[in-house]
C-alpha cells in the first residue's frame, strides 16, 4: 500500500498558475507509475497526467497538454503537476495515484488513491 498526500490547491483568476504535490510513502517501490486525475459533481473521475518512476517519461490527457507538467523527485518521493494558463474548466477535485502503467492508462491501473486537493479557477 502506498500513502498519498495531496497539497497545492486553491483559487486562482483564469490564465493563472497553480502547482500541485503528492507526497508518496509506504511500499513505493511497487508502483512503477504514478499519476494525476480530476473530477468534477456530476462527472466520472477523469485522466489529466502520468509519469513513469524510472524513466520519466510522461503522457498527458488532450485538455491539458502544452498547459499542464508532470515530474517527479525521487530523493522527496514527491510528485508535481505544474498548471498554466488555468480557465475555469479546469475546476476540479485533483487526485494523485499510484500504479502499474504511466502510458495511456486507466483508473484501474492505480491501486492507491490520495484523498484529493480542491481545484478552483474563477474568471
Known amino acids: 500500500q502506498v500513502q498519498l498526500v495531496e497539497s497545492g490547491g486553491g483559487l486562482v483568476q483564469a490564465g493563472g498558475s497553480l502547482r500541485l504535490s503528492c507526497a508518496a510513502s509506504?511500499?513505493?517501490?511497487?508502483?512503477?507509475?504514478m499519476g494525476w486525475f480530476r473530477q468534477t459533481p456530476g462527472k466520472e473521475r477523469e485522466f489529466v497526467a502520468a509519469i513513469s518512476w524510472s524513466s520519466g517519461s510522461t503522457y498527458y490527457a488532450d485538455s491539458v497538454k502544452g498547459r499542464f507538467t508532470i515530474s517527479r523527485d525521487h530523493a522527496k518521493n514527491t510528485v508535481y503537476l505544474q498548471m498554466n494558463s488555468l480557465n475555469p474548466e479546469d475546476t476540479a477535485v485533483y487526485y494523485c495515484?499510484?500504479?502499474?502503467?504511466?502510458?495511456?492508462?486507466?483508473?484501474?491501473?492505480?491501486?492507491?488513491w490520495g484523498q484529493g486537493t480542491q481545484v478552483t479557477v474563477s474568471s
Open positions: 509506504g511500499r513505493t517501490f511497487s508502483s512503477r507509475a
Open positions: 495515484a499510484a500504479g502499474s502503467s504511466w502510458f495511456r492508462p486507466t483508473s484501474a491501473d492505480f491501486g492507491s
